[in-house]
């Protein structure tokens, strides 16, 4: 109970600074109350576009759609309520069209590893997890969908 009576707020379980080694407190990375750093995602689902990867000359010539699936790793500033201080996801949507658009590619591999660099470049990613769909990949036998997951971290 507080002095007025009212009851005592319970702690947070996120303490919104972190513990320098020098004992000061950086004010920076929500840290959990157990001492874990927090960890958000954004996630972006279903971005599709025409691209002309593969191997065979058809899906050079004609092209087909991809659908690619991003999940960004990164510590969310949820109190300030500002853009800077987050990731732009319409950057990010706008970095895996230019990629899945750009320069043909004969694996969808290729091009996961290609989009989670871009992803990488935005500072406040730490790890990202991207799927490059291939829907309508030149198979003879019956499928739903082909595809390729990669995740890569900022930190090794």
């Given at each position: 109970m507080t002095s007025v009576g009212r009851p005592t707020p319970s702690p947070s379980p996120v303490d919104w600074t972190a513990k320098l080694p020098s004992g000061k407190r950086s004010g920076k990375v929500p840290v959990e109350a157990k001492g874990d750093p927090v960890i958000d995602r954004i996630t972006l689902t279903g971005l599709t576009?025409?691209?002309f990867h593969g191997v065979f000359p058809q899906e050079r010539r004609?092209?087909?759609p991809f659908v690619v699936d991003v999940e960004l790793e990164l510590t969310v500033d949820t109190v300030s309520d500002q853009l800077a201080n987050t990731v732009n996801y319409a950057e990010i949507a706008a970095?895996?069209?230019a990629?899945?658009?750009g320069e043909p590619r004969?694996?969808?591999e290729t091009v996961?590893?290609?989009i989670a660099d871009r992803c990488l470049s935005h500072g406040r990613v730490d790890r990202v997890t991207v799927t490059v769909h291939k829907p309508k990949a030149p198979i003879n036998?019956?499928?739903t969908d082909v595809s390729?997951?990669?995740?890569?971290?900022?930190?090794v």
């Open positions: 576009a025409t691209g004609e092209g087909q970095d895996v069209e990629v899945v658009t004969n694996l969808i996961a590893g290609e036998q019956t499928f390729v997951t990669i995740s890569r971290s900022r930190h």
